[in-house]
């Protein structure tokens, strides 16, 4: 039997992701290894109306709520870390015409994990006694909101706590440093809440920067916080996170983050960023070359790179995936 | 400023914040300048203190001057061990853990309270509205707020940020005032101080009133009153905060390679 998980990645999108979903990516931080090149192609696709479920921002939802592809957001927190508030999704939600629902890190991260192990809820230490707690953009004339972190009880102390509800996401789209065809995964640097968004959502595709051989899995187990069998496809797609870093393989491209969050700013800008930077390349290639080959030299020679060392010799060349891909190439 | 060194109003604060932490605390830092000050204190007097970041990323340094952000590759390049949100915010900072955080502040109010969510000029009111601007949310702060043992705030010192009252509560102070925080049972003591480009404000061991503890040796106390929404209370012990020795300096502009804190 072929158990081979490989699509392109225009596939992954035309399969599973659909108008008005629960769609959640960005599992990592704000300006590291998320699923970018996925929401690039959601908008080529013209999906749109997403209740888009990201532990943080990242460019990635920066650039569909600034292309209207979005129009819920449940997210911990919403800007680019050091490079700033996230223009694109912030002018929507002064608009808006983004519902943007706060709550705080650990808040999505527990939401997650309630949503992995089917709970009813998970109970809230924190984001109570906070205005995350009081004020609801989904029920915004409910002051303070009631449905959003309700108070219970703790049966055993008798003390007043918040419950948080928990997250089962339609899909995640999830970055990750190197898989293998069948769906396993390995995360250089903090897996942030990977981990818990690949056992809540009901369906997971992995967005992998390489493609090892599985033989690297069994070398590594204790590394493989994503096995394949909670994996329906895998999408191999180099500089995946771009312009975002992904440590041992690329960092942050600091010109691109700031010339995306600047574009992303205005209608206009967005537009023309649309028509640059994501309607422009046509397959991998074209797309590398759209970031430039110096450029590409010059983000792979990172610091972290000793990361990826012990990875390097199961490394699958493109034409090795290309052979056990189904479907198309692209 | 002294005779012989010059500094910026953003070092003094990131090396006084610095000068908040104990050798041997466990510590976390969000993104941006209080990364400096932590790693600073790591660098210069604390060489024991247990630093770590929401995302999970243990034993690191910053390399090549201020990360970006918590995956960054100038954070990430030495680390000794990458876990993940739930380990960091909650294993090690809900559980009462941690000793000490470091947030910061778009705007903050007399109790402490710190809003990151949006600027609404003004209360916001019954009906929930879009902020005429929005920030970034409230990230890990309102978990450091919550749960670390104590919590350092850090934050420009300007009118518009020091209000009697935050339009939005993104990471709770002590709320209203005086026990308040004891409703709902946080294993954090609260914020400690409020640490700025011009002074320190510390609570009243009572009311939990942000007052004026002292300021630096290029502010005042009328200047800091005038930048400061709310009848700033001074403490009568109110006292010159020192400069930086050469050696505060030396420490702090190594952790900060890229001088993000000389550029204003």
Not at chain 1, 151 to 170: C, E, H, M, W, Y
Not at chain 1, 291 to 300: A, D, M, R, T, V
Not at chain 2, 185 to 213: C, H, M, Q, Y
Not at chain 2, 233 to 250: I, Y
Request: proline residues 5%; hydrophobic residues 40%.
């Amino acid at each position: 039997m072929d158990q081979s998980k490989l699509i392109s990645l225009s596939e992954a999108v035309d399969r599973y992701v659909i108008d008005g979903m629960e769609y959640a990516s960005g599992a990592a931080l704000p300006i590291g290894s998320d699923a970018v090149i996925f929401g690039r192609e959601i908008l080529r696709q013209n999906k749109n109306n997403l209740h888009a479920i990201f532990h943080c921002n990242s460019q990635q939802l920066n650039l569909l709520a600034a292309a209207g592809a979005v129009k819920k957001v449940e997210c911990g927190f919403s800007g680019l870390e050091v490079f700033g508030f996230a223009n694109g999704l912030g002018r929507k939600v002064e608009s808006g015409e983004v519902a943007l629902e706060d709550y705080s890190n650990l808040a999505m991260a527990l939401r997650l994990l309630g949503g992995a192990m089917n709970w009813p809820f998970v109970p809230a230490t924190v984001n109570i006694g906070s205005d995350i707690e009081w004020r609801s953009a989904f029920s915004p004339e409910e002051y303070p909101a009631k449905h959003k972190i309700p108070s219970v009880t703790d049966p055993f102390s008798g003390r007043q706590i918040g419950a948080f509800k928990p997250l089962k996401p339609d899909l995640a789209a999830i970055h990750v440093s190197m898989a293998d065809e069948r769906g396993n995964a390995i995360m250089l640097g903090t897996e942030w809440s990977r981990f818990e968004l690949s056992r809540a959502a009901k369906k997971v595709i992995l967005i992998a920067d390489t493609i090892v051989d599985t033989d690297c899995m069994r070398q590594y187990p204790n590394l493989v916080r994503i096995p394949d069998v909670i994996v329906e496809a895998v999408v191999y797609w180099p500089f995946a996170a771009w312009p975002q870093s992904s440590p041992g393989l690329y960092d942050v491209d600091e010109a691109h983050m700031r010339l995306m969050n600047k574009a992303l700013a205005t209608e206009e800008g967005t537009t023309n960023y649309v028509r640059d930077y994501v309607n422009a390349y046509s397959d991998i290639k074209s797309y590398l070359d759209l970031i430039g080959k110096e450029n590409i030299e010059k983000l792979s020679h990172s610091e972290t790179s000793f990361l990826l060392d012990p990875f390097r010799k199961w490394i699958k060349t493109p034409e090795e995936i290309a052979k056990r891909s189904r479907g198309a190439s692209v | 400023m002294s005779a012989h060194l010059s500094y910026t109003h953003q070092e003094m604060m990131a090396v006084v914040t610095g000068r908040e932490l104990k050798d041997g605390e466990l510590a976390i830092f969000g993104v941006g300048l209080s990364m400096l000050a932590g790693y600073f204190a790591q660098a210069h007097h604390a060489p024991s203190l247990r630093t770590m970041t929401e995302g999970g990323v243990y034993g690191s340094t910053p390399v090549g001057g201020l990360p970006w952000g918590i995956e960054c590759n100038r954070i990430s390049s030495n680390a000794t061990s990458f876990t993940n949100a739930i380990d960091a915010l909650g294993c090690l900072v809900a559980s009462g853990r941690c000793d000490v955080g470091i947030i910061g502040a778009a705007e903050v109010d007399k109790y402490g309270n710190v809003n990151t969510t949006g600027i609404w000029n003004g209360e916001i009111g019954e009906t929930y509205t879009a902020p005429k601007k929005r920030l970034t949310g409230a990230g890990g702060a309102n978990d450091i707020a919550s749960g670390a043992g104590r919590v350092i705030i850090m934050v420009t010192h300007e009118l518009k940020r020091f209000s009697e009252k935050v339009s939005y509560i993104s990471s709770p102070g002590y709320l209203e005032g005086g026990n308040a925080r004891d409703r709902y049972g946080f294993v954090g003591g609260g914020p400690s101080a409020i640490i700025t480009t011009l002074g320190i404000l510390r609570p009243d061991p009572n009311t939990k009133e942000f007052e004026l503890d002292s300021y630096y040796p290029f502010s005042s106390v009328d200047e800091i009153r005038l930048n400061t929404g709310w009848d700033l209370k001074v403490s009568p012990n109110v006292h010159v905060v020192p400069d930086p020795t050469e050696q505060e300096l030396a420490a702090l502009r190594k952790v900060d390679e890229t001088g993000m804190l000389r550029k204003n």
